[in-house]
């Protein structure tokens, strides 16, 4: 099993001295990797399904990875996930090469579709049809980084002529990851993508949704088996060496854990929590 840690640009790590100090002491316990949340604005007042206060600090996803890179080594830099519905594609594959550079080729690219339609009204972007968007935007961002001359004619993107440097370190592009609890999403995951992420699931959510993901491999084509299945347990899950294991037989190979604490000190103790009870036992 591997384990990240989820929230590294956010909360008390949205601090460059507490993310670097948990990136670090992740790093040191044996975490395979930390991962970002995303929201560019927040409804005020917070209201149902925005997840968390309007005051609550969110750093940007590339951002925040590439400071992380700057303070370890080997950790994998994941976005978990980038709302790709209301991105620039074109700006953001360039700024994801960027991350890949700065990490040396470290970056998971973390993709969902979003869901609170004031976020999308206030950056510009439409609300409808949007995992057909992301798919769009996916597939042009991946000619950007991938193509000798890179063009893309779509519905909502299109482009020639141009070419945009440095390519990403990981060839032919950054490992992709989709994210959400639907029909549709696990059909993205299958179809397009190296990896799965289920966010805030306990063991019966994440059964169904990996019910659900096997039966989008068969209709793909695929094993489930190449898919790579990562879950956060939500936060009233305890997550110790018998629960991690219930989750592995499930078929999960990463369990992305929750940040417990409000501050550096309960982060970091949550950390080496993890490296003596969970990593490396499982």
């Given at each position: ?189 299958a179809r397009l993508a190296k990896g ?79 490296e003596r009870d969970l990593i490396g036992?499982?």
């Amino acid at each position: 099993m591997k384990f990240g840690l989820f929230g590294i640009n956010n909360g008390a790590c949205a601090t460059p001295k507490c993310a670097a100090a948990v990136a670090r002491a992740a790093e040191d316990a044996g975490f395979e990797s930390v991962w970002t949340g995303e929201h560019v604005i927040l409804p005020d007042p917070q209201a149902p399904p925005s997840p968390v206060a309007p005051d609550y600090p969110m750093l940007d996803p590339a951002v925040a990875l590439a400071f992380i890179a700057a303070h370890t080594t080997k950790l994998r830099l994941g976005t978990g996930i980038i709302i790709l519905p209301q991105r620039n594609p074109v700006v953001l594959a360039k700024e994801l090469a960027s991350t890949d550079v700065l990490s040396n080729g470290r970056l998971i690219f973390g993709i969902g579709v979003g869901y609170l339609q004031p976020e999308f009204e206030a950056i510009g972007a439409p609300f409808d049809h949007k995992g057909a968007r992301a798919e769009e935007f996916l597939a042009a961002m991946i000619a950007l980084w991938s193509m000798p001359k890179p063009q893309f004619s779509g519905k909502w993107i299109k482009f020639k002529g141009v070419n945009a440097m440095p390519r990403p370190v990981q060839k032919p592009h950054p490992e992709i990851v989709f994210g959400g609890h639907t029909k549709e999403a696990f059909s993205r995951a299958a179809r397009l993508a190296k990896g799965w992420y289920g966010f805030a699931l306990d063991l019966e959510a994440t059964a169904k949704c990996v019910e659900g993901i096997r039966a989008a491999c068969k209709a793909a084509g695929r094993r489930f088996e190449e898919l790579e299945i990562s879950i956060t347990p939500n936060a009233r899950v305890k997550v110790d060496r018998d629960t991690a294991k219930r989750y592995a037989d499930l078929g999960v190979s990463r369990l992305i854990l929750l940040q417990r604490g409000a501050n550096e000190a309960a982060l970091l103790e949550g950390v080496r929590g993890a490296e003596r009870d969970l990593i490396g036992t499982v």
